[in-house]
């Protein structure tokens, strides 16, 4: 069955970088493109872009040009999100979602709280 | 402020039918029947619900049901279950720059 494993949560400092890293299987993994879509509190589903596993190419939000780097891993089938320069308002889930014509499978989320 | 919009909030009573809109723009919405909606519960991960504007994945109750006219979609929830009660997303692919644009949700509430 088609599983997306994420790290687990993070607490960074004002200005630090974190990384969350994506591990899929159950799938062949270079098949299908992945997204990342974060969730601050209380708040809704906010795309931030989305990686082709097989090339590596990607494509950002405007709002995270710059911050975001996302990265693959096809030895281990895992994706990573990189974003820098963090700030409080950055405290989020962070989710993978595999896409096919939707987002049809997630991972669990990884909450990143940003906090002096 | 999101790209698409949705009612913040509706209900509905055990047994009753509901629908959640969603509208968008001739970019998004009304330019591909790539819409998609996501069911979640407190603390949980999104669940697609709905694909392709009408489409439901296995598993999914035939309770739920989507359709699209213009610029707008729509979800329905018929026979509503108290299990129902959670937040819905609808989702549309904008084309190969912009990707994907969420509605902002809307809060399920069965009375």
């Known amino acids: 069955q088609v599983q997306l494993v994420q790290s687990g949560a993070e607490v960074k400092k004002p200005g630090a970088s974190v990384k969350v890293s994506c591990k899929a299987s159950?799938?062949?993994?270079?098949?299908?493109?992945m997204h990342w879509v974060r969730q601050a509190p209380g708040q809704g589903l906010e795309w931030m872009g989305i990686?082709?596993?097989?090339?590596?190419?990607?494509s950002y939000a405007q709002k995270f040009q710059g911050r975001v780097t996302m990265t693959r891993d096809t030895s281990t089938s895992t994706v990573y999100m990189e974003l820098s320069s963090l700030r409080s308002e950055d405290t989020a889930v962070y989710y993978c979602a595999r896409v096919s014509t939707a987002l049809d499978y997630w991972g669990q989320g990884t909450l990143v709280t940003v906090s002096s | 402020q999101s790209a698409l919009t949705q009612p913040a909030s509706v209900s509905g009573s055990p047994g009753q039918s509901i629908t959640i809109s969603c509208t968008g723009t001739s970019s998004d919405v009304g330019s591909y029947n790539l819409v998609s909606w996501y069911q979640q519960h407190p603390g949980k991960a999104p669940k697609l619900m709905i694909y392709?504007?009408?489409k439901r994945p296995s598993g999914v109750s035939n309770r739920f049901s989507g359709s699209k006219s213009g610029n707008t979609a729509s979800l329905t929830i018929s026979g509503l279950q108290a299990e129902d009660e959670a937040d819905y997303y609808c989702c549309s692919y904008a084309g190969s720059s912009t990707h994907v644009v969420f509605g902002g949700g809307t809060k399920l509430t069965v009375l």
């Open positions: 990686i082709n596993p097989s090339g590596g190419s990607t």
């Open positions: 392709e504007v009408s």
């Open positions: 159950g799938y062949t993994f270079t098949s299908y493109y």
